[in-house]
């Protein structure tokens, strides 16, 4: 994907949206189909998601330049298991259809009969999706959707620095402001500081995007010197350069790994849970804007002055969501939040329980200033804002939502980190680690009630079960219990 195909590829939200009810609801009848060029894949009905175990996984992996594989507990045998498991495996036969002529190949590993194989190739999170490509294992950190994954996947195959070699390249790669961006000057491509660039490119690919030019005129107008690596963070107009050139593999990926969270980084549906984990002591800062709406517009700029006023301080971070990006999810996060989010908003969430207060504007008419927004993010890095201060005094125990949230926002809420995250009050589904949040991730969110009620009935039932259940311990003839 070039560089001008890549500023493409981030105006296409809607597609997500569009993708998921064709995969869900079907393909249109004839007649009410789009013109010729514009037709969505549909899937052909053809098996091409191998079940992976011990004695054929060496030929799968020699198979494909790229294999994408889903860790998954074996599904249990009620109805709505079943059919969970059946429509997760449709999102990759989709996919495999998609990526078909590319090389990439899809598979499933069972935790329970293909124990063996998941953990000779290091498959340690249940329900996470890994991709392997050479030496490289990179693990999946987007929603669990087809196109979402097939955009990934495409990026995979990229090579992992991308040149910029002219006028056009150099002022695509300019417009590139909502993410982390490197970019080096090296005399050509058999150069040992190059190849040390590109090791360390791989470390990050397809997450952080490294570029280089061996073009003197490109490296001029971006004032680099040779041998020297300028390290853009996301919003950010000016670069930092890598000290100490020429530099190592170890070094460069060193500096990456210290500044890569950025003041003002945006939620996007790729790298969602990525960004999310990367927490500040429990809460995020979260600001929603809708780029395209001219208040949200507005008010995206204030926010991108106040970074760029407070990029040295290491303790700010705030996470930027446009709502048009995750349609499934507003209606939850203005009832969990109690917002409006026709209107730009910015507050605090703690990733814990999903308790948040948001900054209030004097006048509904108008946005706050930087000066003011920058008091506010003071206040709250300080510790005079926080979610505790809306808390009643006898509030001793957390509050359940009401009525609870689908499995799939519960997870996105509660911080998704390597380990397993605990569930949210009044919830009674336990989260597993890591990918769980990816599987459910857009299966739930349109049967919300749904959800809310199956979730209150198996309360109910657990309930009552357990005011029937004996109060005794285990008899010594019982089997025994493995550990979890």
């Not at 059919?83 to 590319?102: N, S, T, Y």
């Amino acid at each position: 994907m070039s560089t001008t195909d890549r500023m493409g590829a981030r105006v296409v939200p809607c597609l997500r949206l569009a993708l998921l009810l064709l995969l869900v609801l079907g393909t249109p009848q004839s007649g009410v189909q789009g013109e010729d060029g514009l037709d969505f894949p549909e899937y052909d009905g053809v098996d091409r998601v191998v079940n992976v175990n011990a004695k054929n996984y060496k030929n799968i992996f020699k198979k494909y330049e790229v294999l994408a594989l889903l860790y998954h507990e074996p599904p249990e045998d009620d109805k709505a298991s079943q059919r969970q498991f059946e429509m997760e495996e449709l999102i990759l036969e989709l996919a495999a259809q998609v990526l078909e002529d590319k090389g990439v190949g899809f598979g499933l590993v069972d935790s329970e009969k293909d124990a063996a194989v998941a953990k000779k190739l290091g498959l340690t999170e249940l329900d996470s999706v890994y991709v392997f490509k050479g030496d490289e294992v990179i693990e999946y950190d987007g929603e669990f959707s087809a196109d979402t994954l097939v955009e990934f996947l495409l990026d995979v195959l990229e090579d992992p620095v991308e040149l910029i070699e002219g006028e056009r390249e150099l002022q695509a790669f300019e417009n590139i402001e909502d993410e982390i961006k490197l970019i080096g000057y090296f005399k050509n491509k058999d150069s040992e500081h190059f190849k040390a660039y590109e090791d360390a490119a791989e470390e990050f690919h397809p997450y952080i995007p490294f570029f280089a030019t061996f073009d003197s005129k490109v490296a001029k107008k971006l004032t680099l010197k040779m041998n020297e690596i300028d390290f853009y963070e996301a919003f950010m107009e000016e670069p930092v350069t890598i000290p100490d050139k020429p530099n190592s593999e170890e070094e460069i990926v060193r500096f990456v790994e210290e500044h890569r969270r950025s003041t003002l980084r945006k939620l996007k549906p790729e790298s969602m849970y990525e960004t999310w984990e990367d927490d500040m002591d429990g809460i995020h800062i979260v600001a929603f804007a809708e780029e395209a709406d001219p208040d949200g517009y507005e008010f995206l700029e204030i926010l991108k002055s106040v970074a760029q006023d407070n990029t040295d301080n290491p303790d700010l971070s705030i996470i930027w969501i446009d709502p048009d990006d995750f349609p499934l999810l507003v209606p939850y996060w203005e009832k969990t939040f109690d917002i409006d989010l026709s209107a730009p908003q910015i507050g605090v969430v703690n990733v814990t329980d999903a308790d948040s207060i948001w900054m209030e504007m004097d006048n509904e008419e108008d946005l706050p200033s930087a000066e003011e927004l920058e008091d506010w993010l003071e206040d709250v890095l300080e510790g005079e804002i926080n979610t505790e201060d809306d808390d009643d005094d006898d509030d001793d125990e957390p509050q359940p939502l009401s009525p609870p949230p689908p499995r799939a926002l519960l997870l996105l809420l509660s911080p998704p980190c390597r380990s397993r995250p605990p569930p949210l009050p009044g919830s009674d589904i336990t989260a597993q680690p890591g990918g769980v949040r990816r599987r459910w991730a857009w299966a739930w969110a349109p049967r919300a009630e749904e959800a809310a009620a199956a979730a209150a009935e198996a309360a109910a039932a657990e309930e009552g079960a357990r005011e029937e259940a004996p109060d005794a311990g285990q008899e010594p003839g019982d089997p025994e219990v493995p550990a979890p």
